[in-house]
Structures are given as structure tokens and as C-alpha cells.
């Protein structure tokens, strides 16, 4: 099966490297696929993995993963053109305002009590 992984960090290069491992085509869509970290990502995976643009890797994928910050996900979609026929797995995940949210209201329970 071909995937395209939108985000090459944590997240999706986990997946990534497991779905390789298991003989599946991956190709990590970043902002720069000749970046170092990508560039070492696919050589620690080894040859079922490649990177490119988010652009170029969605077109021939089966499934497209995203795996993106949460800041940069609508950017990314926009991105990916037509998604018809294709099975979308969405990782993403709003943690910066999540932590903003429980951090603001840690800090007030703390006032509260603490203070």
C-alpha cells in the first residue's frame, strides 16, 4: 500500500517507520524533504521510505496521514488537492491550546488555593 504522511515528527514518522517496516511505500510530505532530521528519518527506515512535498506525495498515495502540527493543519490540507477515493487518517491533535487552556486554569486553581 502507498501512504503519504503529511508531518515527518514524532507522530508521523512512528507510523511511518512501522508501516515501512511492514513493506509499505511511505513518503513523508513536509515543508522540506531535504531537510537533515527528514533526510535521517528516511535513512533509518531505509527503502520503503521517501520524502517530498506535500503535493507530490499525495496524488499516487492510498492513504494519507496526517500528522501535522495543529498551527499548520488547514495549510496542509489546502495543500493536498483531491483527496477523493482516498482513505484519510487525521493524528492531529490542538495540544498548544489544550495545554494553553489546562495551564490557565491550573494557574487559577493554584491562586485559588495556594495563594
Avoid: Y
Avoid at 31 to 59: R, W
Wanted: aromatic residues 6%; hydrophobic residues 40%.
Amino acid at each position: 500500500m502507498k501512504i503519504a504522511i503529511l508531518g515527518a515528527g514524532n507522530v508521523g514518522g512512528t507510523l511511518g517507520k512501522t508501516w515501512a517496516n511492514n513493506n509499505h511505500q511511505v513518503c513523508f510530505g513536509v515543508k522540506n524533504p531535504t531537510a537533515d532530521k527528514t533526510q535521517a528519518l528516511i535513512k533509518d527506515i531505509g527503502s520503503n521510505a521517501s520524502a517530498s512535498s506535500v503535493t507530490e506525495a499525495v496524488p499516487d498515495a492510498d492513504v494519507v496521514v496526517l500528522a501535522t502540527p495543529w498551527q499548520v493543519t488547514q495549510q496542509v490540507i489546502e495543500e493536498c488537492g483531491n483527496l477523493t477515493n482516498k482513505i484519510v487518517i487525521d493524528c492531529t491533535n490542538p495540544l498548544s491550546a489544550i495545554l494553553f487552556h489546562f495551564n490557565h486554569r491550573f494557574n487559577n486553581f493554584w491562586c485559588r488555593t495556594s495563594c
